[in-house]
């Protein structure tokens, strides 16, 4: 079995399709790592009990306490740990090795497992999906150094997979949305990681849950979206769930019903912000990323038309997003390095089932 998951990540790996140049990967390391041990500003996501739970994050969680928020710190985490894999000989490799390596330590992590079981619903399921690709391209990370880290954070992948086992039989309708909660989402990249690791029930669970929510969706109504500020197209994020979830023949039928004509209505078309001071408006620059990558993804699961028009889209806004992605605002800055990776290196296009 463990081999099995080797390869099936080596060939996730290999399958994923890097644009990203290496002087643009200097440019968003540092970035994550500008945010990496920042503690303030700082949003808990932590429901307090008793006056024991009001403490300072990095006493509540000692490794994903930058970043803003947790969610924020794990895919700041994710990012690097994703360039130092697919740069390994840049000047700046070395470098970010050793400020993860301070990081993820055994103790730490065994913290932060701790804390995920004591608080079930902590970061339910957006911080969870993100928690769950760091476990994969830990694991996918094939040296010493990476193997020792992934090796620490298993407690972390087992209290999340453990909350998730407990929660997904109880949750009875999707979330639809274009922010945290959003559900197809963090589907997406839970079923990656069972498949990655081998966890076949995770994966059945994950597939029934999938079907059942989003099985018989038809029509979708592009013209409701966007909100104002969606960082998700759910729309998108579910079509890009369900390329993982069906076979390429059933797939192209139920993208067909869903998007008919394939007709994208408002999703064609960027968005912009007004305001990048504003950490809800900013989310709008997501959008652009989190709106291509789904398509690239929706793409790489198809045959023929339409993929030429809808790589098109996926352009047009990878390069408004890439735009706006460093602003100099930090409600920008501290997680859109972080899409834009997640779109460049194609993370999430090989996951077709």
């Known amino acids: ?15 994923a399709k890097n644009r990203l140049s290496e002087t643009d990967a200097r440019r968003f390391a540092y970035l994550a790592l500008a945010g990496l041990n920042r503690e303030f500003p700082n949003k808990p996501g932590n429901v307090l009990r008793s006056p024991e739970d009001a403490k300072a994050p990095s006493q509540l969680t000692p490794v994903f306490f930058g970043h803003f928020d947790w969610h924020s710190s794990v895919h700041g985490h994710w990012t690097l740990v994703r360039l130092v894999r697919l740069f390994p000989k840049a000047k700046w490799n070395q470098s970010v090795r050793a400020e993860l390596a301070k990081k993820l330590t055994r103790e730490g992590l065994v913290k932060e497992a701790i804390y995920l079981k ?43 997979v453990r909350n998730a086992k407990s929660y997904l039989p109880k949750l009875d309708w999707p979330i639809r949305c274009g922010f945290h909660p959003e559900s197809s989402f963090a589907f997406g990249h839970l079923l990656d990681w069972a498949r990655a690791t081998g966890d076949q029930g995770f994966e059945d669970l994950l597939v029934r849950k999938a079907k059942k929510f989003y099985l018989e969706d038809v029509a979708y109504p592009v013209r409701y979206e966007p909100s104002g500020n969606d960082f998700f197209s759910p729309g998108l994020n579910e079509a890009d769930l369900m390329r993982r979830v069906l076979s390429a023949a059933e797939y192209r039928v139920w993208l067909e019903r869903f998007f008919p004509g394939f007709e994208l209505g408002n999703l064609k078309t960027p968005v912009t912000v007004s305001d990048f001071e504003d950490g809800h408006l900013v989310h709008l620059v997501g959008l652009n990323f989190n709106r291509a990558w789904n398509l690239r993804g929706i793409v790489s699961a198809l045959d023929g038309d339409p993929k030429s028009e809808l790589l098109k889209v996926a352009d047009a806004h990878e390069k408004s997003g890439l735009r706006d992605a460093i602003s100099g605002h930090y409600e920008g800055d501290h997680w859109l390095g972080t ?6 290196t194609g993370a999430g296009e090989t996951g077709s089932k």
């Open 1 to 15: 079995m463990k081999f099995v998951c080797l390869l099936l990540l080596t060939v996730m790996s290999l399958a």
């Open 118 to 160: 004591k608080n079930p619903s902590f970061e339910r399921m957006y911080g969870w999906a993100w928690a769950l690709r760091l476990g994969i391209e830990l694991r996918a990370l094939d040296d010493a150094q990476g193997r020792e880290w992934a090796t620490f954070y298993r407690p972390v992948e087992e209290a999340i």
């Open 339 to 344: 899409f834009a990776v997640y779109l460049l």
